[in-house]
């Protein structure tokens, strides 16, 4: 028979009183939200479903994407069409060879939005190719809300996004760490046919918060500003989003509301990745031990009370069972609700069981009915001799067992 041990802390409660909370900041902008950058759990918000124009954030999207499907080391030839791209730019020329690495930092550090096209025809083949990859990308990533028709966000009545998606996308793009890299750098020298300079990142938050780690701004005059911003503190990261702000709130906005983050929010530690929570028993000399595929983390309000359950469910499986296989989850519930289901896998390799003990009692209790039958079968005979012998008064042959 199977069973489960569970080794893993069940029920637990915790309270943390609060100590220096401030306010929830007056965030300016049509639309805003603050989230925990591991678990991707809203902290706070307005509006952050409603569909605006994103303006250069849009580039968040170009990037990881370029990132993913491309290599820094390519060689781009720039087409026409860059050079052609109205609003900011590196002035790139028809002809010109640069690198994938200098257009994401164009795109990135400067807002280009030539190299942003340049990026588009070189990943996708054309630009409409490109933008088809990057909606299928933000459906991916959960972004249901986005509709994307241009790689570097001048304004479309149909290029569309949320606060929620735009948050979605920058958390998706951050556990890269190339993405990182391009989304904190403040600076990069610049080295193109028609232009030579050093690019100063137009993400001014990058200055104005200590902590902060990326990731990047936008404005058209139908935008107005926007930003996704990031920032990391005792081993806890945020992101906030700002949609339709001004450029007099928008940096101090961004860094308000990540402060308000950190000082009334805590990160609870629920699992880390691979950690054994169950023991799932075979027979009495085999087991397999069940383990988190990844960690897994809930944000509370500092004044908060909640009530913190965990639960292993199995699911149905049969053998063998391979390393890596999922047989079950870890349900979280907080305040009785579901807040996580985190899948279990093996960490061993059991063929199908072959439980001696078993066979071994049944051969004997096999070989016991047998001997009874036996005995029973003989009685019956003796019996059947002696009731002929007396009704005939002949002698009747017997044969022994």
Not at 11 to 35: M, N, R
Not at 347 to 370: D, G, M, Q, S, Y
Request: net charge neutral.
């Amino acid at each position: 028979m199977q069973k489960i041990k569970v080794i893993f802390l069940a029920i637990f409660f915790i309270f943390v009183v609060s100590s220096g909370a401030i306010a929830a900041p007056d965030i300016a902008g049509e639309a805003f939200i603050l989230i925990d950058a591991q678990s991707g759990q809203i902290l706070d918000g307005k509006n952050y479903d409603v569909q605006l124009h994103p303006a250069s954030t849009t580039k968040i999207l170009t990037t990881i994407l370029a990132l993913e499907k491309g290599k820094l080391t390519d060689k781009v030839t720039v087409s026409k069409n860059a050079p052609a791209a109205e609003g900011t730019k590196v002035y790139l020329r028809e002809g010109e060879t640069v690198t994938l690495e200098q257009l994401l930092n164009a795109a990135m550090v400067h807002s280009a939005n030539d190299a942003a096209v340049a990026i588009a025809e070189h990943i996708g083949g054309s630009v409409e190719a490109f933008v088809e990859l990057m909606n299928e990308k933000a459906k991916e990533i959960g972004a249901k809300n986005t509709k994307f028709v241009n790689t570097h966000g001048l304004t479309n009545e149909e290029h569309l996004t949320t606060a929620y998606d735009l948050a979605m996308i920058s958390r998706y793009a951050m556990q890269n760490p190339q993405f990182r890299e391009l989304a904190a750098k403040k600076v990069y020298d610049w080295e193109g046919l028609e232009w030579q300079t050093r690019l100063i990142n137009k993400n001014k938050f990058l200055w104005r918060m200590q902590e902060a780690t990326g990731i990047k701004p936008g404005y058209t005059s139908q935008a107005k500003y926007t930003l996704a911003a990031s920032a990391e503190k005792n081993g806890q990261e945020l992101i906030c989003v700002i949609l339709g702000s001004s450029e007099n709130r928008i940096w101090d906005d961004a860094k308000a509301l990540l402060e308000y983050g950190f000082t009334d929010f805590r990160n609870i530690n629920i699992t880390e990745n691979n950690n054994i929570v169950a023991t799932l028993q075979i027979d009495e000399e085999k087991e397999v031990n069940l383990a988190t595929t990844r960690a897994a983390n809930f944000v509370v309000a500092n004044n908060e009370q909640i009530k913190l359950e965990t639960k292993v469910v199995l699911k149905d499986f049969s053998f063998p069972i391979h390393k890596g296989d999922i047989l079950g989850e870890l349900k979280v519930m907080i305040n009785g609700e579901e807040a996580e289901s985190i899948p279990l896998q093996s960490l061993e390799e059991i063929k199908k069981p072959i439980v001696w003990h078993r066979i071994v009692i049944n051969l004997l209790a096999a070989t016991f009915l047998l001997q009874i039958a036996v005995r029973l079968y003989r009685r019956w005979r003796k019996r059947r001799r002696k009731y002929l012998y007396r009704s005939t008064g002949r002698r009747i042959n017997t044969y022994r067992f």
